[in-house]
């Protein structure tokens, strides 16, 4: 049972204003631990980096801040100018399973005016990134049984197979043009405005760096499509196969003919889009292609969520930014990435901007997560600069 | 205390919650980790609310 946890220090001034601040000490698996450079578990530092698991995602970005809190409380006589409070969760990175209804019971304890996200990154020409949502998510699990048991492969000629019928099923999901075949599945997409497109337009991202960066060995889709790639990645929704299950896949041969065939599978959504009707409108799709016999399981669902960047309260958060850094910060109304925002701002009603102490190659959830310490220092630069800036009034 | 002296003792502590393998996925140390946090918090005077009503169903049929 992860402890969700709430940690106020409050303000030595009345009416102060209050900054909610998200994070989680939980992290995702170090596996595969023969990729590491160093010790998954110990932190090391190493020329300017501070590398080990959870150190950017999410442990170093909450203890960069503690330590901000400690500076300023140390700096100034232990007042505080506006109302800090911590939310930590311990199930993020299981899509913030029942953060919701602890969000729900303390409610009327986190009325905020701002929230800061619980991490961001540095881009690739050195801008601190303030984003200010993430897309949904839902996972499902798609499962088919054509027998009791695996059968003899000298069947084939005759018996149909569960990986067959999977694949064939799966194959359905996208049309000729790379664009999701599931009846409604974009009905209800919160199309972005003209801020927001311009805001993305800017990005430093191009179709020849992702492929360099990840090493494709295939064409994006969008250059497939022709469709433009920043507002592609951040404001549509997509769907992905994580895994397949079925037959044999051990060393050498095995003759056989699956029974069994499983997917896990995954709906990136943004705002609007629903995790429980996305899957419905999944299973209604393979029904209506005849088949009845495909079982759709949803395991996990996240809303989408945008933030308003023109709120004055991110504006404060993006002077900040650019003061600190003495860069131009990349503003970003949504990361292709996914969280909890939408719960937290409905119990919030705060405007929520994410950023951090990560640079392009942090890793996440991989091998050699890792962070510079020239970031993290700033980060806790920023987040002092951002109480100091409540002694002003606005 | 120094800003620097703040600094080295905060990656300290930085170090010894890293080294709680907390892995949500597996179910393993959260509550090591959250009483880590908890602590942390208590001793600089915050008033801390750390609740485990719900129960998140880390195994799925």
């Known amino acids: 049972m992860p402890l969700f946890i709430i940690a106020k220090f409050k303000a030595s001034v009345p009416d102060a204003k209050t900054v909610i601040i998200y994070n989680h000490y939980d992290v995702q698996p170090a596996e595969p631990l023969d ?139 996208y049309d000729d043009n790379n664009h999701v075949a599931v009846k409604g599945f974009y009905d209800d997409v919160l199309q972005p405005n003209a801020r927001e497109k311009a805001l993305v337009a800017q990005l430093p991202l191009t179709s020849s760096a992702l492929v360099e960066q990840y090493h494709l060995a295939v064409p994006l889709l969008t250059q497939q499509t022709g469709e433009d790639l920043q507002e592609t990645l951040y404001f549509q929704p997509s769907l992905n196969i994580e895994g397949i299950q079925t037959g044999y896949q051990g060393n050498g041969v095995k003759t056989v003919l699956p029974a069994l065939a499983s997917a896990k599978m995954e709906a990136r ?36 969520y945008r933030s308003d960047m023109s709120d004055p309260e991110v504006l404060r958060v993006i002077d900040i930014v650019r003061r600190i850094s003495q860069k131009e910060p990349m503003i970003m109304p949504t990361s292709a990435g996914t969280g909890p925002m939408f719960d937290v701002y409905h119990a919030t009603q705060a405007p929520i901007a994410s950023l951090g102490i990560g640079y392009a190659h942090s890793f996440d959830h991989a091998p050699n997560e890792n962070i510079r310490l020239r970031d993290y220092f700033e980060h806790i630069d920023v987040i002092k600069a951002l109480i100091a800036d409540y002694t002003k009034k606005y | 205390m120094t800003q620097s002296a703040i600094r080295t003792h905060y990656l300290q502590v930085l170090k010894d919650l890293i080294a709680i393998p907390s892995v949500s996925a597996k179910h393993e140390n959260l509550d090591e980790a959250a009483n880590f946090i908890t602590h942390i918090f208590e001793s600089l005077g915050a008033e801390v609310i750390h609740d485990n009503s719900f129960y998140a169903p880390f195994h799925y049929r």
């Open chain 1, 269 to 304: 959504l943004v705002p609007n889009m629903s995790p429980e009707k996305t899957v419905q409108q999944i299973q209604t799709h393979f029904h209506q292609l005849g088949f009845d016999d495909i079982t759709v399981t949803q395991t996990l669902g996240e809303s989408g």
């Open chain 1, 35 to 173: 990729q590491w450079r160093t010790q998954p578990w110990e932190l090391t530092e190493a020329d300017g980096h501070l590398w080990g698991r959870g150190v950017n995602d999410d442990k170093g970005n909450l203890i960069a801040r503690i330590t901000a809190l400690v500076e300023y409380l140390t700096e100034h006589d232990q007042q505080l100018p506006v109302n800090i409070v911590f939310v930590v969760e311990g199930a993020e990175e299981f899509a913030s399973k029942d953060l919701t209804r602890y969000l729900d019971k303390y409610q009327s304890q986190l009325k905020a005016d701002l929230v800061i996200w619980e991490s961001g990154d540095r881009s690739t020409d050195e801008r601190v990134e303030v984003s200010g949502g993430t897309k949904g998510i839902v996972t499902f699990d798609v499962t088919v049984q054509t027998a009791d048991i695996d059968l003899h492969s000298s069947l084939s000629a005759v018996v149909d197979s569960a990986a067959w019928r999977l694949t064939r099923a799966l194959a359905t999901l």
